[in-house]
């Protein structure tokens, strides 16, 4: 189901699409960045959103929370705002202090995407061309999202083409709080799979290194409230004022994480080695009214154009890009 969802500065149409059944998951995504406004779920007889979400159009434009948002052409940090690739050195837009973040000042979550063919009530594909030099880039991208609500799941796939080596780490920003948005989301009680993470230095850019989580706030390998400790507890929570770090999953993970609440559930499967969780603790600062949640990002690790350690991140022409998240709900 489509509806209209506002109009742009510059006169584009804007519309929301309505994924799925009135009596199971449904799905609300945007054409402005590809957002995905709403994910509501039957719970004991009600609906209930798992997401946060803004009131309007002009509330999005205006966001730089990221809510909801599809974030590329690279997620996460790039040190310096630059990268070398082939010998070339790149500088891309500053747009968090000295560094880059999320694609930009504009970014995928800022562009208008084209529906790609037929819309069903069940499945939706979205196209974006991000033209050579954007935000600083090599080469013209072909981006489309996929997005599917199965029983209990919504399963999204990421790809990428392009005509030029380029940077690409593809991932979805949602808010979460299974519980409601007026619920604190520390609440919640989360289980991340990994026994590492990626220490930062300022600027929450990774040093390279690889710290096991055993014996520290970091360890969520067992479930556990999120509720913040405090900052001088790990040197490494006062860069982001809690947490806002990236897990490296175990090679035999069961998933990327698991977020509960009393009576909900939440299993992310990701294709990405990483996990980015972010606690959401500048959210208020923002949008005050929001309500609280908690950032669940899989991807490829942060500042891999800059980590010979890390995994590539780097899509070359006649290659494509994949990448796949999964949100399954189910009720406690």
């Known amino acids: 189901m489509k509806r209209p969802f506002g109009r742009l500065p ?8 309505t994924l799925g059944d009135a009596d199971g998951l449904q799905v609300e995504v945007l054409t402005y960045g590809a957002i995905l406004r709403r994910i509501t779920v039957p719970v ?3 609906r209930r959103d798992v997401i946060l979400a803004l009131d309007d159009l002009e509330a999005y434009v205006r966001d730089r929370a990221y809510v909801g948002s599809l974030v590329g052409r690279f997620g996460n940090r790039i040190a310096d705002s630059a990268f ?4 070339v050195r790149h500088s891309v837009s500053a747009n968090e202090g000295a560094n880059h973040l999320h694609g930009g000042h504009l970014g995928f979550g800022k562009r208008l995407w084209r529906v790609l063919g037929p819309v069903s009530g069940a499945r939706l594909s979205l196209g974006l061309t991000s033209p050579d030099g954007e935000e600083g880039y090599p080469g013209q991208v072909e981006a489309n999202v996929e997005l599917e609500v199965r ?3 919504l399963a999204i796939a990421l790809t990428a083409r392009t005509t030029a080596p380029t940077p690409i780490n593809l991932t979805y920003h949602p808010y979460f709080n299974l ?3 007026h619920v604190p989301a520390v609440d919640q009680a989360l289980r991340i799979p990994a026994s590492h993470y990626l220490p930062v230095r300022p600027g929450l850019i990774p040093t390279g290194e690889l710290a096991p989580v055993a014996g520290t706030t ?14 001088d507890t790990h040197p490494q929570l006062a860069p982001g004022g809690g947490y806002d770090h990236c897990w490296v999953l175990d090679a035999d993970a069961d998933c ?14 990701g294709s990405g080695p990483g996990l980015q969780f972010y606690n959401g603790q500048f959210l208020s600062k923002t949008h005050p009214a929001i309500g609280s949640g908690v950032i669940l990002e899989p991807q490829g690790l942060p500042d891999a154009p800059n980590q010979p ?6 899509l070359r022409p006649g290659e494509t890009y994949r990448a796949t998240i999964d949100y399954e709900l189910r009720a406690l």
């Open 218 to 231: 970091f360890d969520f390998r067992t479930a556990r409230r999120l509720a913040p400790p405090a900052l």
């Open 44 to 46: 004991r007889g009600a």
């Open 10 to 17: 510059d006169g584009r149409d804007v519309e929301a699409i």
């Open 256 to 269: 990327a994480c698991e977020l509960s609440s009393r009576d909900l559930a939440l299993t992310i499967r």
């Open 179 to 181: 519980a409601g948005p």
């Open 309 to 314: 350690g890390f995994p590539p991140a780097i």
């Open 151 to 153: 029983p209990n799941t």
């Open 84 to 87: 070398t690739l082939d010998g």
